[in-house]
Every structure is written in C-alpha cells, then in structure tokens.
C-alpha cells in the first residue's frame, strides 16, 4: 500500500452571509430520486447519480434536468455513490459512502467521459483507499468521521470531505488528498475544517465543488466558500438557503452561478435541479 502524507491545517469557518436568489427550479428524472452528485460532462451536459442501493447508473441529463440517456458502469456495484468530480478527461464517481463507519471498501472509479458521451455502457478504472486514523470498525462514536459525501479535483489530486457525525458533536469535517492514478492507497489527514456547532443535520458536509482556486462546500442548509491562501484554506463567504431539502450535490457554474441538486423526500420534497444567481457576488 502506498501512504499519502500531507501537512496538517486547522480551518475555522465563519464571518458573512451574501445575498442570492433561486434563477430556475427544474424537476430531476422520477429514476433519479435519490441525486447525490452532479457534474459537467461538457457545457451542455449534466451528469448525475443516485446514491447507495441502486444500479450502478450515469444519469445524463440536459441543462434543464432532463434525460437524455443513461449509461452503465460495467461489473460494478453501487456501494453507496456519494459525489462525482471531474477534471475534463475523466468523471470520478465517488463510492465514499459509510454512515455507520464499518466500511473498508471504500473506492474511487474512474471513467473516461468521452465513453460516458458516447456509449451506452463503460468501464471504470478504480482508486481504493483506507483512513489511517480509524483503528477499529465501527469507529469510536467520538470519532464518527470517517463517512463521506464530497469529492473535488484539485489539480493532479482528489480531495474528500468527510461528513461528521460524532458524539459528542465537533463540528470539524476531515479533508483527505488522494491520487487519481488507479491503486490502492492509505491515505492520512491532511486538514481539519470547522464548520459549525449545530449538529450533522445543519453543519455535515454533502457536497463539494472546486472551482478557479475556491473551495465550495455545501449541507443541507447553506453553501460555504473558502479561499487558499497563505497555505490554508481561509473563509470568504456563504449562502444561507430559505428552503430546508436533502442537498446532496452542489456544481459551480461561475462566479456568479451554481447549481444544487437534492433528494425527493416526502417530507422534505427535493427531487429537483436548483439553479442559483448571486446577487452581490464579490463584494465584501
């Protein structure tokens, strides 16, 4: 196995909220019930997934959340898909998910998008990984850090945010650098981010985006953006939501735009592609 070792960053999140209002709001597919990831497979293409108990499926759909096909992943199994990245070549469909923290098959797959545009059926290489820190299946409820629901391309790496659910509750979301060269890898905590004091249902990471050197992360309730800069990653800005959904998957457009997509409930409704301009984008 191969150790990634990266230096260690305390993040604290906080400071203002900017303004936004809801552009567009585009029902997803009846078979994309459960959408927990969403990614551009080229300025026209969206792509997405369900997330864990269902076929191991690519959902293309159009700008306005329509589906124009859907394509398979030979030989491969939905675990617990959580979140999609991508760095023009290839779509990594990120297999991360672990609410309990039992999991030892955790796994990145990789795909070429010019199949996923093409063809009704592709293969996917495939990334495995383990977390150093955890020592024992579950871990202990303290440390109940090591699910995860966000994946992000950052140059010629991948980054994963965990999602916490610890008791007690810390607020603090783990970051982990992985390759994108197929392997298996166990990789070591390279940053903490504190995100909030009010619990997994406001302040767990479920998704992420990376987007012209910020990172985006977003919870069931806001979008947070950070800045590296000085060797760490610094807070900028966020957005509070007014509708409280199951977001499972934020995409960055620009600077000024972003998509969301969340999960149908019958409670907390979802099941839509959610199209947000900011009103004061750049102002401090």
């Known amino acids: ?76 199994t939905n675990r617990d898909w959580e979140s999609l990245a991508s ?6 469909i990120a297999d991360i998910g672990n609410n309990k923290n039992t999991s030892k098959n955790t796994v990145v797959l990789k795909v070429k998008i010019a199949d996923i545009l093409t ?8 990334i495995y990984f383990n977390y150093s820190e955890q020592k024992s299946f579950p871990a202990e409820k303290e440390n109940f850090n090591f699910d995860a629901e966000a994946l992000v391309c950052i140059g010629d790496s991948l980054a994963l945010f965990t999602k916490n659910n610890s008791t007690p509750w810390t607020g603090k979301s783990y970051c982990y650098m992985l390759s994108k060269t197929p392997g298996i890898y166990t990789l ?17 990471i479920t998704g992420a985006d990376y987007y012209n050197g910020k990172l985006y992360l977003l919870t069931y309730n806001r979008k947070i953006q950070l800045n590296f800069a000085k060797n760490r990653w610094v807070f900028e800005n966020e957005y509070v939501f007014d509708t409280y959904t199951q977001k499972e998957g934020i995409l960055i457009i620009n600077e000024n735009e972003f998509y969301i997509v969340d999960e149908k ?15 004061n984008a750049g102002e401090e």
């Open 265 to 279: 409930s019958t409670i907390l409704e979802g099941g839509n592609l959610l199209k947000y301009t900011i009103l």
């Open 119 to 126: 063809k009704k059926v592709v293969k996917a290489k495939k």
């Open 87 to 92: 760095d023009g070549e290839y779509l990594y």
């Open 1 to 76: 196995m191969k150790l990634l070792i990266f230096f260690f960053l305390n993040i604290s999140v906080w400071g203002f909220s900017q303004e936004w209002e809801l552009e567009e709001k585009m029902m997803l597919p009846e078979k994309l019930s459960e959408a927990s990831g969403l990614e551009f497979l080229d300025s026209n293409t969206l792509v997405s997934i369900n997330d864990g108990g269902h076929k191991a499926k690519l959902f293309v759909l159009n700008l306005d959340g329509s589906l124009r096909k859907k394509v398979t992943v030979f030989e491969e």
């Open 188 to 204: 070591k905590k390279s940053s903490e981010i504190e995100i909030g004091p009010n619990g997994w249902l406001i302040d767990a």
